[in-house]
């Protein structure tokens, strides 16, 4: 019997027997700090040191082949002392149909290495988080606002950003 691991049918399921979390686990270069599942659907959280290895063996793993970045987001928890950001990849297989959500907690103004290597579509995606939040991707072959003009001050998705934005009269 093949399992089929998308989010339809992965509910209620051990995070831990997903093939990607499984994967991960086994090779000690990715090492994931936490797993959870929320309505079926699993992510991982990976340290930022290790981030690259292990998007890059999502990716490259025959038996995995996330050969789709779905999205690269963010979350700002400001009441979180020293990892204020979640860095969010949201990861597709078409091979096999599994979905992974890969989560990288960072410190504010903390840098993590961009991925536009791994998948051509993290460029515009990690712009826009750039903007919006204000991390910045190492080696980004071109980090500037995407949103926002060049000269607008701030960065609008943080919690502290004024609900109304800042209005110069």
Not at 94 to 106: D, N, T
Not at 131 to 147: C, K, L, S, T, Y
Request: glycine letters at 6%.
């Amino acid at each position: 019997m093949t399992v089929n691991w998308n989010r339809q049918n992965f509910s209620g399921e051990d995070p831990e027997q997903h093939p990607a979390v499984a994967a991960l686990r086994r090779n000690p270069g990715t090492p994931v700090k936490e797993v959870a599942i929320f309505r079926g659907e699993v992510s991982a959280v990976i340290s930022p040191e290790h981030s690259t290895e292990a998007l890059t063996l999502l990716r490259d793993d025959p038996a995995l082949a996330f050969d789709l970045l779905v999205d690269v987001t963010a979350v700002h928890w400001p009441e979180r002392e020293g990892a204020e950001f979640d860095v969010v990849y949201q990861l597709y297989s078409h091979g096999s149909r599994m979905r992974i959500k890969v989560k990288v907690p960072l410190a504010d103004g903390q840098e993590i290495r961009s991925v536009v290597p791994l998948w051509a579509t993290a460029g515009w995606l990690e712009r826009e988080v750039y903007d919006m939040f204000g991390i910045p991707f190492a080696g980004h072959p071109d980090q500037r606002r995407i949103v926002n003009p060049p000269n607008f001050e701030g960065h609008p998705l943080r919690k502290e950003f004024p609900v109304q934005g800042r209005v110069r009269w």
